[in-house]
């Protein structure tokens, strides 16, 4: 009789106890079975790979009081409605019940009484949130992904300096990955010793992997001042003259918006959320979190936009982010037009797209010809065939590292914010979305993307099907590595 070898049983064990794991954890099938592939392909390091990266974890402490925490401010600063139903949207029933549904998932109901501008140059960005911590009386937020101190960042960092040495309330949450140099810098040293609380989201570390992924990032980018003005967008705290210029992908073009009015306050519940899990220790008493619950402004603004913010990750109890992008695509009903620097779409996205170019919808997605990433570029492409055959247009931008995140639907519903076109930020990065009902910013939207397009090559579907068989292999290889990127 031949005995089976013991480290074979081990594997055996190994597969059996985790594939149980992830059975039960009930995840897309795509996702489910790339994960048993690798746990089954790779006898130990499988393992260790899917407990560093595969399981869906931020904390069990924040799964659990963060959305007490976020309730309270949202009582604090008055962001809960009790008219909701009565609430009228200058949108179709579709999007209106859309909106309802987003309001009782997360808290964050339809804003009114706002303005919002945006601003698409790096310069105009910067200098508007230099200038607005200038003015800034009482208190200055900011939260992002990627901090670099260069360029024209250097203004920002010193407007905050001063603001904190005359008195402002500043924090700042940047995130332990996408910051590290930052967190590790002069500046750092330089903000707290003016006054500045730094925090840095979502630490790194050993010990911490054991009880929460190491992967998850905080990809969230918002500046709040006085709780009247916020920013929001795609741009990263950097100056794309200096940022990655090794990478010969261009300069990175963004988008950003700058809000005034009630919705302000939606930005700063998700901003002292965020910052109390990585800066308040244990405390979260009442008293604890009363230090940052501030008085709203009564100022009024002749504009009316109506805003609703929708903060996305595993924080949350459901996936609500991906569920609404997917509704929105069924329901176009003349255009859709994505705009996005990682498209790596999952077969529900890919239908969504495909039903509404065979409805009759006018369908364009605009990602940068050069990208940052390999195997994003290649699992992206292998979605493609159906795209094209379905009728969709597909351009790459081509004059720099196109960044931008928008959706826009109908040329008068709008999405932008933090989120790509990808299962990461679907499911595992913090990331932060403002659905934007009104007109007039949709115009202002289309002239940017716009302007994108003008500088963009349609991809042929004749040009494309002339591929080579490499190319092919490369695209159905990292395909299976889709639902992981």
């Known amino acids: 009789m031949t005995s089976i070898p013991f480290t074979i049983i081990i594997h055996l064990l190994v597969v059996l106890g985790l594939g149980l794991r992830i059975l039960y954890r009930r995840m897309a099938v795509n996702t489910t079975l790339a994960w048993l592939i690798i746990i089954a392909a ?6 260790a790979f899917y407990f560093l990266f595969g399981d869906h974890r931020l904390g ?26 009565s609430f009228d949207l200058d949108v179709s029933p579709f999007f209106t019940d859309l909106s309802h549904i987003v309001s009782r998932e997360t808290g964050f109901h339809p804003s009114t009484g706002n303005e919002i501008r945006l601003f698409d140059e790096a310069g105009h960005i910067l200098s508007a949130i230099t200038e607005d911590i200038d003015n800034a009386k009482h208190s200055c937020l900011l939260e992002f992904y990627i901090v670099e101190a260069k360029g024209r960042v250097i203004h920002v960092l010193e407007a905050l300096e001063r603001a904190a040495q005359r008195g402002v309330e500043c924090r700042f949450l940047a995130d332990d990955i996408g910051s590290r140099k930052f967190l590790k810098s002069d500046w750092r040293k330089r903000l707290e010793a003016a006054g500045v609380e730094i925090a840095s989201s979502l630490e790194v570390g050993i010990i911490k992997s054991f009880s929460k992924r190491t992967d998850l990032r905080n990809h969230r980018k918002l500046v709040i001042i006085d709780l009247a003005i916020g920013y929001i967008g795609s741009s990263n705290l950097v100056d794309p003259v200096e940022f990655k210029k090794d990478a010969d992908v261009g300069q990175w073009i963004d988008i950003m918006a700058r809000l005034e009015g009630h ?3 939606s930005l700063a519940v998700v901003f002292n959320t965020d910052f109390i899990f990585d800066k308040n220790g244990n405390d979260y008493s009442k008293d604890s979190l009363n230090q940052f619950a501030q008085q709203i402004p009564s100022t009024k603004f002749p504009r009316d936009a109506v805003l609703q913010l929708i903060p996305s990750g595993p924080e949350m109890r459901t996936s609500l982010i991906y569920e609404v992008v997917v509704a929105a695509l069924y329901g176009a009903q003349s255009s859709i037009v994505i705009v996005t620097p990682y498209f790596v779409p999952d077969q529900a996205l890919v239908m969504a797209l495909t039903n509404a170019a065979r409805r009759g919808i006018d ?17 992206s492409e292998a979605s493609y065939d159906a795209l094209l055959e379905a009728g969709v247009m597909i351009k790459h931008y081509q004059s720099g590292m196109l960044h931008t995140k928008a959706i826009q639907i109908d040329e008068h519903i709008s999405f932008i914010g933090t989120l790509n076109m990808d299962m990461r930020s679907f499911y595992l990065n913090l990331e932060v979305t403002l659905a934007v009902y009104d007109k007039d910013f949709a115009l202002r939207l289309k002239e940017t993307i716009d302007h994108y397009i003008d500088r963009a090559k349609i991809l042929e579907p004749e040009a494309w099907a002339r591929r080579s068989k490499v190319k092919r292999f490369k695209e159905n290889v990292l395909r299976l590595a889709a639902p992981l990127l």
């Open 60 to 85: 069990r402490k924040r799964l659990k009081i963060g959305e007490r925490i976020r309730s309270f401010y949202q009582d604090a600063y008055d962001v809960t409605s009790k008219n909701l139903d």
């Open 363 to 379: 369908v364009k997605i605009i990602i940068p010809q050069r990208i940052d990433s390999i195997m994003a570029r290649y699992a």
């Open 263 to 265: 919705v302000a306050s």
């Open 42 to 47: 790779l006898p130990i390091g499988g393992a």
